[in-house]
């Protein structure tokens, strides 16, 4: 009666694992897609400047419209074929339309931390023939945006999904970040940012900012200086796997 019991225990567990190894292997073979990873820079920037109008390094007021300007100091793959130090030739952004959805302070008043989440929002890359984009103090004005910007198509345009700034009181030299997530829509460059099904892979900027006013670094008028970049998201490629490394999981 035992070994009627031990075997017929051995016949289930044998059945079983078949059943757990034949469904781990369709699993396997049909496989999965990963987390998306990023290959980038395309492109990186110091300086950049952002302001809001009403707004301070630690209360950016619900409803108020963020906006930044940037020179392109440098170009990575799939772009690495512009030069962003060529003579004559200016790269050039500008961001619009970011709304504020209200700064939050944690912490005790010595070591507050602001952060402000935004919705909505444009970006538009430029390539100008006439290098003029010169950052005035106390934008909007005769420079700023329109230095920035070119009469021809830009090279590359997107909406923000996503994009918050942190910031703080208590660091030396007032740094924080800015980062935001990209969908790309437009621009003459945007055959080359790849992606599935023709659909180009999500940006994401990212770098630290400075509310420092120091002179060489804060200009009147703006609230951070960014040192930034933006990567691509692009998907990873679905793995595929072997009956013989299947097997390996159960030796």
């Known amino acids: 009666m035992i070994r009627r019991m031990l075997a017929t225990a051995v016949e289930r567990e044998s059945t079983m694992k078949r059943w757990l190894t034949t469904m781990c ?23 950049a400047y952002f302001w809001q109008a009403g707004g301070t390094p ?11 300007v940037g020179i392109i100091s440098a170009f990575g793959s799939p772009l690495d074929f512009l030069n962003a130090t060529l003579p004559g030739v200016e790269y050039t952004f500008y961001v619009d339309g970011l709304t504020s959805l209200g700064t939050t302070t944690v912490g005790p008043p010595t070591t507050e931390i602001y952060t402000t989440y935004y919705t909505g929002g444009t970006i538009a890359m430029y ?13 909007p004005n005769a420079d700023v945006p329109s230095t920035f910007l070119n009469d021809p198509p830009a090279i590359l345009t997107g909406v923000f999904t996503s994009l918050v700034v942190t910031t703080n009181n208590f660091t030396a030299f007032q740094v924080g970040s ?14 080359y940012l ?6 180009p892979c999500p940006g994401l900027l990212t770098g630290g900012a400075t509310w420092n006013t120091s002179p060489g670094i804060g200009i009147p008028g703006y609230l951070f200086r960014h040192d930034g970049k933006i990567d691509l998201q692009c998907p990873v490629p679905t793995q595929k796997s072997t009956w013989g490394r299947l097997k390996s999981l159960y030796r």
Do not use: C, M
């Open 194 to 199: 790849g992606g599935p099904g023709g659909v």
């Open 178 to 191: 800015i980062e935001g997530s990209i969908q790309w829509t437009g621009g003459s460059l945007i055959g």
């Open 58 to 68: 630690s209360n950016l007021p619900a409803g108020g419209i963020l906006k930044s």
């Open 25 to 47: 292997a369709a699993l396997l073979l049909a496989g999965a897609a990963a987390p998306a990873r990023a290959i980038g820079p395309i492109f990186d920037w110091d300086p």
């Open 127 to 139: 390539a100008d023939a006439t290098p003029d984009a010169v950052f005035t103090p106390f934008p």
